[in-house]
């Protein structure tokens, strides 16, 4: 028998072994979805964006036998916003899924609109592992996971990415800057309280003007400017915040979110408040010159245990080398600048040398005559406030009156005139139930509900590392300023030294008292800490009532009080590092 032979041997090897041999493109790419992104942060136009991305990716796959079936492009979200947050990305990851989609392949317009720093590594791996392509013109082609360079180029592109955008926000700002420092230009957002935005002519720059885009300045809008000087006149004259809310609204004085809804759609209008009239007395646009940068956008991981989450954005209070003012007036003055100095100086000096002022005081920590068994807890559930004591001659009341709310507060639709709780009366259920439940016989139960309510108790020894070390420096800074003071430096010269160190202390402080269980306790320890607590029994019946609120703290004891069902719900966290056990009874 005679084999013949072709004049190819490799290919007659390839026939004999059963080897099909593909030649790439014959059959080209095939359908593709395309996905596109553009924020509207610098006046990007959605249209515009989206067609040349688009365009730019078909001119790309078209000639390799490629052809877009569908489309996913987000507006508005910016390339710092992950993937799963993005509402068309997250669509088009949820396609993924899907075995009934119509294409085997994705491709971009470009590259670094699409992903930003690390995000290309964390979604490759997941279009590779449902078998779907990606495409990307800076690659020339099709990425390939096993090819080392095309993982470095998407490296390089993310951090190019990630740098263009930090160039374009530090551009954006400085301009800002000189704008309001150089011409006093009202940057835009809502007008503070006592002023209107009007129309101040055609804009500087030819081109906007061109498009017909107008200057926008502040002009005073007098009813509500009568206000702000009243706000002033009043906090100089000694009284404070809250009493100053409280006259505004005893006069039926729409508060700001009242007088312009439009501009306060996330207030609840309901009355002035205490912070509101903060506000406006620490605002230096009050002056006439222009302010910018008081407050700050700043990036915070949502999770710092799983970065690839993103950062949600939070404004906090700019350090004051970033505040720009303009060099003279910019808008007409409501407040005189030695009135505005004068106020900011007094509110200085109530919290200088950690002395807290009325206004910061909790209303648990000033002094009394007498005291009160449930003084700061027992909460109204109809207002979520503490209710305060009110002794009678029959006994003593806790109560709750509706006239202390702000005009128009929504607890008012459902809140009596008076919520009243009688003490005796809870005191005895609560001290029936406390007894119980540290009672011999049942102490085994009581740790196991306590032991048991740790599901998911976590440790975090970083930040509270963090918070010590930042609570022995505001300490030691302290230290030190007033060795300056001893030594002869003018004490007013520190003052704001002096607030930072202390506002820092307090927020160490805060956290540390506040930061999350570094560990789970065990039964042995729940064991000690109840017994540190002594014979709960024998202590609420003979205790005095200094003792018996005493007791009550070492129990972190908290009661919610429903008038409609005259019933308490009674909480208590007696170890202080496990989640709380709570009794619901009847009063």
């Known amino acids: ?66 052809t877009v079936v569908e489309e996913f492009f987000d507006i508005g979200q910016s390339r710092s916003v992950p993937w799963e947050r993005r509402e068309e990305a997250s ?40 078998g779907v392509d990606l495409w990307v013109p800076e690659l020339g082609g099709k990425f390939d996971a096993r090819n080392p360079s095309h993982k470095m180029l998407m490296s390089v592109l993310g951090g190019m990415s990630e740098s263009e955008r930090q160039h374009v926000q530090a551009r954006v700002r400085a301009a800002m800057d000189a704008q309001v420092l150089n011409e006093g230009r009202h940057q835009g957002g809502r007008a503070p309280y006592g002023y209107v935005v009007v129309d101040g002519g055609p804009h500087p720059n030819p081109r906007k003007a061109a498009e017909g885009y107008r200057l926008r300045v502040l002009a005073i809008d007098e009813p509500s400017a009568e206000v702000v000087r009243r706000i002033f006149a009043e906090y100089l004259s000694g009284k404070g915040d809250r009493a100053i809310a409280n006259g505004l609204n005893r006069d039926a004085i729409p508060c700001p979110s009242a007088r312009r809804p439009d501009q306060n759609r996330h207030r609840l209008a309901d009355g002035w408040q205490g912070s509101t009239v903060r506000s406006i007395l ?21 999770d710092p245990d799983d970065v690839a989450a993103g950062h949600a954005i939070r404004f906090r209070r700019s350090s004051p080398e970033a505040v720009v003012r303009s060099r003279k007036p910019a808008h007409p003055e409501i407040v ?31 002094p009394t005559k007498r005291a009160y068994l449930f003084r700061g807890r027992i909460r109204c559930t109809a207002c979520q406030r503490k209710m305060e004591a009110s002794p009678r001659a029959h006994g003593t009341y806790y109560r709750c009156p509706a006239r202390t709310l702000a005009p128009g507060s929504p607890a008012l639709a459902s809140h009596p005139p008076s919520v009243y709780l009688r003490e005796d009366i809870v005191q005895e259920a609560v001290n029936g139930w406390l007894g119980g439940l540290f009672a011999p016989e049942n102490v085994d139960r009581t740790v196991a509900a306590l032991v048991g309510s740790q599901s998911g108790v976590r440790a975090e020894p970083n930040g509270r590392d ?5 609570l022995a420096k505001a300490e030691t800074q302290l230290t030190r300023l007033q060795d300056a003071i001893k030594a002869g430096i003018d004490p007013a010269a520190l003052v704001e030294a002096v607030n930072e160190a202390h506002a820092s202390r307090a927020a160490a402080q805060a956290e540390l008292n506040n930061a999350p269980p570094p560990s ?17 029994g024998a202590a609420l019946s003979n205790a ?16 919610r009080y429903t008038h409609t069902a005259h019933e308490a719900d009674v909480v208590i966290n007696p170890v202080g590092r496990v989640n709380s056990v709570r009794v619901r009874g009847g009063t």
């Not at 609109?113 to 964390?122: E, I």
């Not at 505005?340 to 002022?357: E, H, I, P, T, Y």
């Not at 005095?544 to 009661?559: R, S």
Request: net charge negative.
């Open 336 to 366: 005189e600048v030695q009135d505005f100095v004068d106020a900011q100086l007094k509110r200085k000096s109530k919290s200088a040398n950690g002395l807290k002022s009325a206004r910061k005081a909790e209303r648990s920590g000033r």
């Open 1 to 66: 028998m005679t084999v013949e032979i072709s004049r190819d041997p490799w290919s007659a090897l390839d026939d004999l072994l059963g080897v099909e041999i593909v030649t790439a493109g014959d059959e080209g790419i095939g359908p593709l979805a395309v996905y596109g992104r553009c924020s509207t942060e610098d006046n990007q136009d959605p249209e515009t964006s989206r067609g040349w991305q688009v365009d730019n990716a078909r001119k790309f796959v078209e000639p390799l036998g490629g």
């Open 282 to 302: 620490e605002n230096p646009r009050y002056t006439g010159f222009a302010f910018f940068g008081r407050w700050t956008r700043q990036e915070t991981l949502i």
């Open 466 to 470: 963090a918070a010590r070390k930042r």
């Open 520 to 536: 789970a306790l065990t039964d042995a320890e729940v064991y000690a800490m109840i017994d540190s607590l002594g014979d709960v």
């Open 544 to 559: 005095t009532t200094e003792k018996m609120a005493e007791l009550y703290g070492a129990v972190d004891l908290h009661v």
């Open 91 to 130: 669509r088009l990851l949820a396609a993924l899924k899907s075995p009934d989609r119509s294409w085997n392949a994705v491709v971009v317009g470009e590259g670094t609109r699409c992903w930003f720093g690390n995000q290309f590594s964390l979604i490759a791996p997941r279009f590779a592992a449902y």
